[in-house]
């Protein structure tokens, strides 16, 4: 939901899906495994993030815009043959 509302965000994950969805949208540097966490490196990535915000915004705006359009097209040949 984050990043529907354009939020830079740091994943924890605990399933490939995550990792998926981080990766798709440019963000895969910013994507923790739960099974290996480390303080130092989250910490880093927390400051990394509020120092490029505004660049880390502007990539999301662009993922989720492809994002939709793909969505859109998909709904559009799913219900074209209804």
């Known amino acids: ?26 963000l895969s540097e910013y994507c923790h495994d739960i099974n290996d966490m480390h303080a130092d490196r989250l910490i880093e990535q927390f400051q990394d993030v509020e120092r ?13 815009e492809q994002s939709r359009k793909a969505l859109d097209e998909q709904y559009n040949l799913i219900f074209k043959c209804v």
Request: hydrophobic letters at 45%; aromatic letters at 2%; proline letters at 3%.
């Open 1 to 26: 939901m984050a990043l529907l509302l354009n939020k830079p965000v740091i994943s924890i994950s605990f399933h490939h899906k995550c990792t998926s969805l981080m990766s798709e949208m440019g």
């Open 52 to 64: 490029n915000a505004e660049k880390l915004k502007t990539v999301i705006r662009q993922k989720v």
